[in-house]
Each structure stands twice: as structure tokens, then as C-alpha cells.
């Protein structure tokens, strides 16, 4: 595995994960690779989260893609949950409290808050990035931007995703 920045490259917070997603990433532009290896950097090093991973388009639905954490729901409708109004709006959802949120969906009772990051290759939805937590509020708004940063990242790093819908 390529070699990534540690703490004694005087880096913190987001400008560390960032640098050290992009060293993760080199050489290699599978997306379903790089997704992967995405979601268990990202449960590894953010503290404090039950779930990170992917659910990409197909036609009008999110399909469950790599993740860490329980076994989660297979598919979710456009219509149903944060990760459908992040797919819907093309906005990221920053929910502080999940059972306040109209239509979530409890993959797994202990989640409390969650963000999900849209996935954009140009114009075209591809998918969404979500990241559940126990903890209520636990993404503040320089999490949200330093998560999409880290999206972006990820989106540079990997080719177009095929067979989308
Ligand atoms: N809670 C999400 C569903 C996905 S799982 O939490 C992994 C939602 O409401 O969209």
C-alpha cells in the first residue's frame, strides 16, 4: 500500500485526511476500488461513526455499494430517507437528529445523526456518500465541508462509474 502522511507531516484535521486520502488513492482509478477503500478510510479515522459508505443510482433508486459497518437496507427509493433527499435535491443532508428527519430510514437503531454527500461526475447523480453516527449531531458545518472536500478527492481519483442508471 502506498505510504500515507502521518501526524508528523505537521497536517491536521481535514488537510491531513485529505492529503492522506489522495495518497491512498494513487495510482489506482477503479471506482469501485477506490469506494471501497473510501469508506473503510473514512470509519477508520473519523471517530465516532456506526456506518460509512455508498449507495449508487440505479434508474430512480440507490443500490447498497461497498461500506463499513452492519448489514444495512439493499435499496433505497428516491422518494424515502436522507440518502433518497440528497439523491432527489442534490444537496448534501446534514441531520443532526435522525428522528426529527420526515422518512428516514433506520438501517440501524443506533444511528442518531447522519450527512450524505451526493455524488456528481459532471451533471450525472451517481450515487451518495452517507455517514451514520450514535451520537446526535455529531457532523458540525466544517465536518460537512471537510467531507465533501474529501468526496471531491475521491471523485478525481476514480473513473466514471458505468452501468449507472
Ligand atoms: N438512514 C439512511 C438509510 C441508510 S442507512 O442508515 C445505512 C436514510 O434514511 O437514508
Given at each position: ?32 476500488a ?51 433527499a ?17 422518512g ?61 442508471g
Amino acid at each position: 500500500m502506498n505510504e500515507l502522511p502521518g501526524a508528523d507531516s505537521g497536517l491536521r484535521g481535514y488537510d491531513l485526511l485529505a492529503a492522506q486520502l489522495e495518497a491512498l488513492l494513487a495510482g489506482e482509478r477503479d471506482f469501485i476500488a477506490n469506494s471501497a477503500q473510501f469508506a473503510a478510510f473514512l470509519f477508520a479515522e473519523l471517530e465516532g461513526l456506526n456506518w460509512a459508505g455508498f449507495y449508487l443510482k440505479r434508474d430512480e433508486e440507490l443500490v447498497l455499494g461497498p461500506f463499513q459497518g452492519k448489514v444495512a437496507c439493499t435499496r433505497i427509493p428516491f422518494s424515502r430517507g436522507v440518502c433518497g433527499a440528497a439523491a432527489r435535491t442534490r444537496s448534501t443532508q446534514r441531520v443532526e437528529d435522525v428522528h426529527a428527519f420526515p422518512g428516514h430510514i433506520a438501517c440501524d437503531s443506533a444511528s442518531n445523526s447522519e450527512l450524505v454527500v451526493p455524488l456528481l461526475q459532471g451533471q450525472r447523480l451517481i450515487g451518495v456518500l452517507d455517514l451514520d453516527s450514535p451520537l446526535v449531531g455529531r457532523f458540525s458545518a466544517a465536518d460537512q465541508a471537510g467531507i465533501e472536500r474529501l468526496v471531491a478527492i475521491f471523485l478525481a481519483a476514480s473513473d466514471r462509474l458505468e452501468k449507472s442508471g
